[in-house]
């Protein structure tokens, strides 16, 4: 059973940066797809990035230029990094993976960003900035 396992959120002042991370274990076969998704109060959950195990990224638009998606392989960590947050990017960050549905994209793979398609989740993070 793969477990996911979040940390690295907090309260930060708008503008301001944060990284937050997930330790993945329990696989015994490499995964597909890796992700990141976030649910703020009241509102449906929203897709932030994802990343193939071979490389390919996407980034949702509303957040394109702001965060990026990566993976140290020999930490079996997925990482988040978000620059210049905003009061609306208040959440709860998920972290999730699975076999995904793949799509083939200017030479890359990458992994459709739907809840659907990802089997394990992490409990989340919560990430506030402030005004």
């Known amino acids: 059973q793969v477990q996911l396992v979040e940390s690295g959120g907090g309260s930060v002042q708008a503008g301001e940066s944060l990284r937050v991370s997930c330790v993945a274990s329990g696989y015994t076969a490499p995964i597909t797809c890796m992700g990141w998704f976030r649910q703020a109060p009241g509102k449906d959950d929203e897709e932030v990035a994802t990343v193939h195990n071979s490389g390919g990224t996407y980034y949702t638009d509303s957040m394109k230029g702001r965060i990026t998606i990566s993976k140290d392989n020999s930490k079996n960590t997925l990482y988040l990094q978000i620059q210049s947050l905003q009061p609306e990017d208040t959440a709860m960050y998920y972290c999730?993976?699975?076999?995904?549905?793949?799509?083939?994209?200017?030479?890359?793979?990458?992994?459709?960003?739907?809840?659907?398609?990802?089997?394990?989740w992490g409990q989340g993070t919560q990430v506030t900035a402030s005004s």
């Open positions: 999730a993976a699975g076999q995904g549905r793949l799509s083939y994209r200017g030479g890359l793979w990458i992994c459709d960003p739907e809840v659907r398609f990802f089997d394990y």
